[in-house]
């Protein structure tokens, strides 16, 4: 995985907030316009919503 930095113009390092609706509503908007227009963050983000969903069966203190 290569470092991708502010000038990428694709969403993936933003995919797991996103899933996990950390995001602003702005930033909400602008990833969601991508995902329709990308198959490659789509496929990126399907992925990341599953793990979110299992992160999310898991207590935040439990990590620590
Ligand atoms: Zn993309």
Do not use: N
């Not at 290569?2 to 969403?11: I, K, L, N």
């Not at 993936?12 to 963050?41: F, K, M, N, V, W």
């Not at 990126?44 to 979110?52: F, N, R, S």
């Amino acid at each position: 995985m290569t470092g991708e930095a502010g000038g990428d113009p694709h969403v993936r390092s933003q995919l797991g907030a996103y899933a996990l609706g950390a995001l602003t509503p702005e930033e909400d908007r602008l990833i969601a316009g991508h995902l329709e227009g990308c198959a490659g963050c789509a496929a990126a983000y399907a992925e990341v919503a599953d793990g979110a969903a299992l992160l999310a069966l898991f207590d935040e203190e439990d990590l620590w």
